[in-house]
């Protein structure tokens, strides 16, 4: 894979001239070709001199996720899609970040994923809703990048990656279960008693042959053709989450997934080592063998899916930013959802990720921001803040924002435009919040798709 540091660089420096400052004007478009900064250890500091780990840059970055079912639906028509743009500037965003495939279902033009909302926009509208709202963005200065939830289907049993891979491509609990037979996609009896899912639902498994390969198709088909994308954004690139949450498969507790045979099968082949059932016959009462290998197979599979899909992307599109929706508790995501995110930043597999601090708890929030704001990549991780959760409080997330412009950090991701939207004080105090210049307009309004 080629290294790509000026990539990482672009994504950390890129925007250093501009401020953002919500409320303050409209943003510039972002200078994507800007000149990467030479790494310490490239300067005079000599060979083995002590490196100092890289500084954050001032926060210059302010994004917005989109959601594409919500109760904004900004790519329904034209309409939503120009008071999106108008709501984006008043809020001083840099980066849009519009959710086009969910469910296995595209809002784009798609012959790997299920076309129908795409189709029933263009039919109704007689455009292209994405390249419409590259189109309007770019013209505002605002980047876009496509969000896209890779490894979940929600509940969509005839997703066509399903179809067409098999049902094996569907995740396998600990006990040999089908997450297609969990009822109403939460956990079996007699499990309920004790574990529930964090967010219920289908999702892929990345070690099944095939599931890879048609996800990195899937993605590449859609930067190929929308070449003027400013970024791919991965949403749930993770194991599913049971709660209470297990600490690896060592402890032989808990409820874990990726124990489907094809997935086995290859884990004993890569590795050379039995497992990971002790006893395959009763895989719901065995033990597991190997568990630490075990783990760090499983955790391979979803960095294979990035590393992969950040190779196949750049291939053509140099200046594409990949980043990712990651969890906040990284330890957590490590051992229990085989998302290893902090290494995607460690080895510039992901431009940038961003950790999605949603909590009430202000002392939390500030502790994990100061955490990813003073790690050694930092420049690679901005913070996603939940403001949905303080519409009837709303200098609560102006608050969580201040925290995030204290701690140094590079960019804020705000969760999410519907939350803004549907709460005006919230929309006013997040557009205001950090700038006492802030024109005093309401967020524009939306028409009917």
Partial sequence: MRTHAAGAARVAFGLAALLVTAGCGHPERAPVDAPPVTPVSETAAGPGSPQPPPQPEPHVFRGLW??????????????????????????GVTDLFVQVYRSGRAWYDASLADATPYRAIQERTGQDPLRSLIAKAQAAGIRVHAWVNVLSL?????????????PGAVMVDRR?????????????EPDRAWYRMGTPGLYLDP????????????????VDRYPELDGLHLDYIRHPGV????????FGVGLDFGYGEASRLRFRAETGLGGPYSDPAHPATSGIAH????????????????????????????????????????????LSLAQDWRGWTRDGLVDFAVPMIYTLDDDLFRYQVESFASSPHAQRVWMGT?????????????????IIREAGSTGEVIFSYDALLESEPLFAAVRD??????????PAALSEP
């Fill in 66 to 91: 989109v959601l594409c079912e919500g109760s904004a639906r900004p790519l329904a028509s034209p309409e939503s899609t120009d008071a999106l743009i108008d709501n984006a500037r008043a809020l």
């Fill in 154 to 166: 929600n509940a969509n049993r005839d997703a066509p990656i399903v179809a067409d891979v098999g």
């Fill in 176 to 188: 040999g279960r089908s997450l297609l037979d969990y009822p109403g996609g939460e956990v079996p």
């Fill in 207 to 222: 070690g099944e042959p095939g599931v890879r390969e048609r996800l990195i198709a899937t993605f590449v088909e859609l």
């Fill in 243 to 250: 709660l209470p949450f297990t600490p690896g498969s060592r």
């Fill in 291 to 334: 568990a630490n290998a075990w783990d760090a197979w499983r955790r391979e599979q979803v960095t294979r899916v990035v590393r992969d899909l950040r190779t196949a992307v750049l291939e053509k599109h140099v200046d594409l930013l990949l980043s990712a929706a990651v969890i906040a508790y990284a330890d957590r995501a490590y």
């Fill in 386 to 402: 939940g403001s949905w959760l303080f519409s009837s409080r709303p200098q609560r997330a102006v608050r969580q924002l201040e």
């Fill in 433 to 442: 919040g950090l700038s006492a210049k802030a024109e005093a307009t309401a």
